[in-house]
């Protein structure tokens, strides 16, 4: 009951400091528009150069267009959910340094809830925007015999997919916490996190592939139910029902993120100053 209540609380924290952020980025709607599709436009460049890449081949590691766009929509729609909704957790490293999170601390509200929605920023609409305009290009295009499961699974992997980066937003603010920042780390795990997964696992090296399916587990936000889908074989050789292992993969990974945003807050010494 008491994790319930504290789980309400959070939501309840993060729900009213978001909402204070966007009031006011919503003051200057124009800038708020410009801003918004200055960032469309910007992580739309990501698939611009997908795009010329295939005016000179016709498959990528033996896959097509429409399948890459597939995985890039599903990897950019997923990260979008989650950096909308953490992705100011990159600048607890700051607030550290300049004294700001000792703060956070003695506020009568979940510090995880006031660093997650600490400066929210809407124009990171812009992102998932993007990746979902791609995604149902891919989804209308890519030669796929189309069933339940396999269409049930989409929004699953998008649900998930998002959940499991919010785990690596979590668990690299934990690990800033232990390193006295290290946002640059955090950022290689997320940001270079979704720019690997919108490339197909076949252009990567075996080593590679098995450290984001076995260690970071980020090859079940699409590589291994994509495979599933578009009838690929799946990374490093997985059983077939691995495919559907996405959402518990997400939960283990909450759990664990979870544990480490916890262990990391107790571990914390203040700045001395």
Known sequence: MAEHSALFEGLRAYRLIAGMWVRSSM???TSFVVTAFGNLTMTGMDFVGILLMFSQVDSLG???LPEVAFLYGLSVTA???ADLALGSMDVLGARM???SFDTLLVRPAPVLAQVGADRFALRRLGRITQGAVVL???LVSVDVD???PKA???PVMVGSGAAIFSAVFVAGAAFQIFAQDAAEVQNAFTYGGTTLLQYPPAVFGRDLVRGVTFVLPLAFVNWVPAAYVLGRPYPVGLPHWAAFASPLVAVVCVALAGLAWRTGLRSYRSTGS
């Open 27 to 29: 003051t200057y709607r």
């Open 62 to 64: 033996g896959w097509s």
């Open 79 to 81: 990260f979008g959910i």
């Open 97 to 99: 340094r300049d004294g």
């Open 136 to 138: 149902g290009w891919a």
């Open 146 to 148: 189309w069933s339940v």
């Open 152 to 154: 049930l699974l989409v």
